[in-house]
């Protein structure tokens, strides 16, 4: 067979001139400048997707993009940022002013009010007046932001979900508001108490402390007095707990939920039996606190008798239960009706849609969707640790385990997790908080959770150590105000014992297996010492001592050897 034939040079040219005028076209009609390279956008199909939150650079190119300017990089223009900065906590003069900034200007923070409707309204009207607040009330909220500086959670911002808070609050006698038991006053919405009086001011209102096993009697001992002082009926309750006795009384299935329950101290018995009720008189009516932790039936009971005026529905009185996500309100259904009858689950705002559920004939409970309410925070870290926001969306872990870091002792991280922090270098302060590197890899390699590089890996290691903060493993409670949190935190105390025992006994293991070692050391190298010529072979005593041996006699050398291997006739 012959040569192929040659493609001929114009039909080269040609193929070759079209590929370059594509390429060209493309070039010239791409979205993308040279500089940036895959930064997450498919142009080509146009992906939308909701964006919340965006890194420092991101958010400054695409403000650049958006404004249409072109910038230029300025060389050796360049500032170092220490990793103290990047944690984004704020120091104790920061932190004061910000509380008094927050006190200032507490009258804004409100929750949007339903316009006034009646029988005559259509519903078309009506849904365009709702409309026309929420975009006011959302209006209001946002120059707050920017004129006083200030960082508002994550608020709810679906007309949807506070329409259904409206109408919980139109058909319940009774409002319970469910908060954390770790930082009730975060969890707990004042606005949201002056809004039920101001629809009638028959209903009631009732703060259901949820996740109280946490808490030791004397903890909720000092919120039952605080609330006392604020005219506000407050119950301690716990879900897991009084699941957990249920079932072991067969009479409710066991519902497993995220925290840990806290055992109390037998001083705590003490405090139990001691238990006071915290009275106070609002308007004409007797508020009377205990901190205690009540069971089903005794919850029922307080339902029942809080409300004594006119009623929504004539014999019935009707339990509406509002928060914010994740906090227990399904939990507290399912533990109230003794089976599953309201799903849950960890993720913040897993309830959709409002439900209404009968205990008994008279007594109905209806569970409002998790609402995020407007409310003052220091960083966005503190969200992120208040469970909050959802922690597998978290982009930068530093703020949010610099912040536990700084929350709980060095000491008691090393005892709960087994681990030992590097400890501060000598021209450091010895009593600083470890950072977040030092813990995160601390806890990655004792976990295993390693990169492919070989280096801990410290964002799983951060969402594993967040979510056992969220779920009570890493206890810190919040306390009340005019009392200081490292004085609120009896947790702390037995982790130092426990490190300081442990600490202890392993010392004086080490001295004693230390001096032992070393006398052995000595008495091996002194006595036995072994022969050290060069290049010798079949030596078995030299100078009357054997290798390893000590002192032997001379006739002992060539019975040991027939003794030992009589086929051998050398003394390798």
């Known amino acids: ?68 300017t072109e910038f230029v990089a300025e060389k050796l223009n360049i500032k170092f940022v220490s ?81 259904q808070l409206w109408r919980v609050i139109e058909r319940s006698d009774v409002v319970v508001q469910i908060v954390d038991a770790r930082n009730p006053l975060l969890f707990r919405c004042q606005d949201l108490e002056c809004y039920v009086k101001e629809i009638d001011k028959d209903k009631e209102n009732i703060i259901l402390i949820n996740k109280a096993d946490l808490l030791t009697a004397q903890q909720r001992q000092s919120w039952a007095e605080f609330f006392e002082k604020e005219g506000v009926k407050v119950v ?22 995220g925290w840990q329950t806290c055992s109390e101290d037998a001083d705590d018995d003490d405090i139990i039996s001691q238990d006071k009720d915290h009275t106070r008189t609002v308007g004409d009516k007797l508020i009377t606190n205990q901190s205690h932790l009540v069971e089903r039936d005794e919850l029922l009971e307080i339902f029942k008798s809080v409300h004594a005026g006119q009623r929504i529905k004539e014999g019935q009185i009707t339990v509406g239960l509002v928060g914010y996500p994740n906090v227990g309100k399904s939990s507290t259904i399912n533990t109230i009706l003794g089976n599953k009858k309201v799903s849950v689950s960890a993720t913040p705002g897993h309830t ?38 959802p922690i597998d969306q978290m982009r930068d872990h530093v ?64 969402r594993y150590v967040l979510k056992d903060y969220v779920s009570g493993k890493l206890l810190y ?52 010492q072994e022969n050290v010529r060069a290049l010798t072979k079949g030596v078995q005593s030299v100078m009357g001592y054997k290798p390893g041996s000590g002192p032997v006699p001379l006739y002992a050398t060539s019975l040991d050897t027939v003794a030992g291997k009589p086929w051998k006739k050398h003394g390798n």
């Open 1 to 68: 067979m012959g040569k192929k034939k040659a493609t001929c040079g114009l039909g080269r040219a040609l193929i070759k001139e079209r590929a370059q005028s594509q390429r060209g076209l493309r070039a010239k009609d791409s979205w993308l400048h040279t500089s940036e390279l895959n930064d997450g956008y498919d142009w080509g199909r146009l992906n939308l997707q909701s964006v919340t939150e965006q890194s420092s650079i991101d958010d400054f190119l695409a403000t650049a993009e958006l404004a249409g």
């Open 83 to 163: 990793a103290e900065a990047r944690t984004e906590l704020l120091t104790s003069e920061e932190t004061k002013r910000i509380h008094k900034l927050q006190e200032e200007n507490k009258q804004f923070l409100c929750i949007p009010r339903r316009p006034h409707w009646d029988e005559s309204t259509s519903a078309e009207v009506l849904r365009e007046t709702e409309r026309e607040t929420f975009l006011q009330w959302r209006r209001q909220l946002a120059q707050l932001e920017e004129e006083k500086k200030l960082i508002l959670t994550p608020f709810e911002r679906n007309l949807d979900f506070w329409r």
């Open 236 to 257: 301690f309750w716990s879900a897991l707990a009084e699941g957990q006795r249920l079932t072991a009384e067969g009479k409710v299935e066991h519902l497993d939920e």
């Open 352 to 389: 959709k849609h409002f439900q209404t559920l009968y205990v008994e004939q008279e007594l109905c409970l209806c569970d409002c969707p998790g609402l995020v309410m407007p409310s003052f925070v220091s960083t966005k870290a503190e969200m992120i640790c208040s469970g909050i926001l």
């Open 399 to 462: 703020p949010p385990i610099s912040l536990i870091a700084q929350r709980i002792p060095r000491h008691a991280l090393e005892t709960i997790y087994g681990i030992n922090i590097i400890r501060p270098r000598e021209d450091e302060d010895q009593d600083r908080p470890p950072t977040s590197e030092e813990f995160l890899c601390a806890y990655g390699y004792m976990r295993g959770f390693m990169t492919a590089h070989g280096q801990p890996d410290q964002p799983r290691s951060a």
């Open 477 to 528: 409670c919040h306390p009340p105000p005019g009392i200081e949190p490292a004085e609120f935190q009896p947790q702390f105390v037995k982790y130092e014992e426990k490190k300081g025992l442990k600490i202890s006994g392993e010392s004086q293991a080490h001295r004693g297996k230390k001096t032992r070692q070393i006398e052995n050391v000595v008495d091996t190298n002194f006595f036995h």
